[in-house]
Antibody, heavy 122, light 107 residues
Framework: QVQLQESGPGLVKPSQTLSLTCTVS??????????WSWIRQHPGKGLEWIGY???????YYNPSLQSRVTISVDTSKNQFSLKLSSVTAADTAVYYC??????????????WGQGTLVTVSS | AIQMTQSPSSLSASVGDRVTITCRAS??????LGWYQQKPGKAPKVLIY???SLQSGVPSRFSGSGSGTDFTLTISSLQPEDFATYYC?????????FGQGTKVEIQ
């Protein structure tokens, strides 16, 4: 079954670009039928959908972050990535990658990675 | 963006209690609503999708209902492993939006 694992720096300086990668195992990112997603959670707070990408490259972003976000996919490595530019302390959060499965009977986010804490600080 | 409002924000309950959490959408989202459970330090886990469909492997004590703007998650008999935070999520429109969460604590 599909498993996801986030990786990337745990500390990013203000104004720099946050870069995370999600490695997919147990399935092919290019098999279709799924959207590869990023969701974040500020410390002690709720969940915020950042966006997702289809293997073909179609992307959907949260308008609140759209000007700073890029999600891309590397089918050769079975990975997808998140870049968030011009970060501030408000971007400190646990970042999750997740699979979004749309279907005729319903849609859901499953599975999820374990999450990675990214702190924005000088 | 569609706003999702959960109530209550937290509740205290005992093992065996029937627990109900509500989620209200700021506009009609048909049945495009899911419920997720999150335990401390862990990623969320889907319980319910399409408002009332139980995800495979999820115990039958969890159930969901509602459509349009008002939705409910019910735990028929609270178990020790159910103490967690629960989130609703609408995926009817972009951006996908979550409720603020309901923390279920031990009484």
């Amino acid at each position: 079954q599909v498993q996801l694992q986030e990786s990337g720096p745990g500390l990013v300086k203000p104004s720099q670009t946050l870069s995370l990668t999600c490695t997919v195992s147990g399935g092919s990112i290019s098999s279709g039928g799924y959207y590869w997603s990023w969701i974040r959670q500020h410390p002690g707070k709720g969940l915020e959908w950042i966006g997702y990408i289809y293997y073909s490259g179609s992307t959907y972003y949260n308008p609140s972050l759209q000007s700073r976000v890029t999600i891309s996919v590397d089918t050769s490595k079975n990975q997808f990535s998140l870049k968030l530019s011009s970060v501030t302390a408000a971007d400190t959060a646990v970042y999750y990658c997740a699979t979004y499965k749309p279907g005729d009977l319903g849609n859901w986010f499953d599975p999820w990675g374990q999450g990675t804490l990214v702190t924005v600080s000088s | 963006a569609i706003q999702m409002t959960q109530s209550p924000s937290s509740l205290s309950a005992s093992v065996g209690d029937r627990v109900t959490i509500t989620c209200r959408a700021s506009q009609d989202i048909r049945s495009d609503l899911g419920w997720y459970q999150q335990k401390p330090g862990k990623a969320p886990k889907v319980l319910i999708y399409a408002a009332s469909s139980l995800q495979s492997g999820v115990p039958s004590r969890f159930s969901g209902s509602g459509s349009g703007t008002d939705f409910t998650l019910t735990i028929s008999s609270l178990q020790p492993e159910d103490f967690a935070t629960y989130y609703c999520l609408q995926d009817y429109k972009y951006p996908r939006t979550f409720g603020q969460g309901t923390k279920v604590e031990i009484q």
